[in-house]
T-cell receptor, first 111, second 116 residues
Framework: DAKTTQPNSMESNEEEPVHLPCNHSTISGTDYIHWYRQLPSQGPEYVIH???SNVNNRMASLAIAEDRKSSTLILHRATLRDAAVYYC????????????FGQGTTLQVKP | DTAVSQTPKYLVTQMGNDKSIKCEQN?????MYWYKQDSKKFLKIMFS???????INETVPNRFSPKSPDKAHLNLHINSLELGDSAVYFC???????????????FGAGSRLTVL
C-alpha cells in the first residue's frame, strides 16, 4: 500500500494560516490525495481531495506538487475549532480502494 | 437530519456477551463501511458493503459479522466479546464504490464499546 508521511504534531496561532505537509513519494498515477480530520471525540470528517491540480473549497486549500510526491493542506485562518488530527491519505488503486488512515498530524491552535 | 447515525453511542458489556451496533445513512449512498479505532487512535477498516454486497473484508475475527438488510443500513454484530474488542467503532458511507479514488466518505459519530 502506498504510504504517506506527516509530522506527528504542529502548532499554530489563532487566525494565522497553517500549512500541513504530507509526503507521498510512492504515489501511483491513479491515486487521489485526500485529507480528513478528526476533532476530539468525533468521527473523521472529509476536508478536501485532489488528483493533480490545486484545489480550494470552503474549508481549506490543497496544494499538490508538480511531481505529486508531496502536498500541503492550507488552512487560511486557523480557529480554535480547527484543533484536530489531520490525516493525509492516498486513495485509489495503490491502496486497493481502501481509505487507510495513518498516524496523522495533531494540530494545536493557540489563542 | 443526521447523515450517518450509529446506535448506541456507548456500550458497556461483559466478556463473552454478544452485542450489536446499528448504522443508518440517509444520504442515498450505495457503499457503507465499518472502521475500528483502538486505544492508540489508529483507524482501521474492517468491512465494506456495496448495495448489500460485501466487497471488503479485512482480517477480522469471524466473531464479527456485518449485516446489511438494505443499502441504507449496515449493522455490526459481535459474538463472544473479548477485552481486546474495546474500541470506538465508526460507520461510514460513500456514494461511489470504494475502488474509486474520488470517493468521499461520510462518517458517523462513533460507538464506544467497553468490554469488562
Amino acid at each position: 500500500d502506498a504510504k504517506t508521511t506527516q509530522p506527528n504534531s504542529m502548532e499554530s496561532n489563532e487566525e494565522e494560516p497553517v500549512h500541513l505537509p504530507c509526503n507521498h513519494s510512492t504515489i501511483s498515477g491513479t491515486d487521489y490525495i485526500h485529507w480528513y480530520r478528526q476533532l476530539p471525540s468525533q468521527g473523521p470528517e472529509y476536508v478536501i481531495h485532489g488528483l493533480t491540480s490545486n484545489v480550494n473549497n470552503r474549508m481549506a486549500s490543497l496544494a499538490i506538487a508538480e511531481d505529486r510526491k508531496s502536498s500541503t493542506l492550507i488552512l487560511h485562518r486557523a480557529t480554535l475549532r480547527d484543533a484536530a488530527v489531520y490525516y493525509c491519505i492516498l486513495f485509489g488503486s495503490s491502496n486497493t480502494g481502501k481509505l487507510i488512515f495513518g498516524q496523522g498530524t495533531t494540530l494545536q491552535v493557540k489563542p | 437530519d443526521t447523515a450517518v447515525s450509529q446506535t448506541p453511542k456507548y456500550l458497556v458489556t461483559q466478556m463473552g456477551n454478544d452485542k450489536s451496533i446499528k448504522c443508518e445513512q440517509n444520504l442515498g449512498h450505495d457503499t457503507m463501511y465499518w472502521y475500528k479505532q483502538d486505544s492508540k487512535k489508529f483507524l482501521k477498516i474492517m468491512f465494506s458493503y456495496n448495495n448489500k454486497e460485501l466487497i471488503i473484508n479485512e482480517t477480522v475475527p469471524n466473531r464479527f459479522s456485518p449485516k446489511s438488510p438494505d443499502k441504507a443500513h449496515l449493522n455490526l454484530h459481535i459474538n463472544s466479546l473479548e477485552l481486546g474488542d474495546s474500541a470506538v467503532y465508526f460507520c461510514a458511507s460513500s456514494r461511489r464504490t470504494s475502488s474509486s479514488g474520488a470517493n468521499v466518505l461520510t462518517f458517523g459519530a462513533g460507538s464506544r464499546l467497553t468490554v469488562l
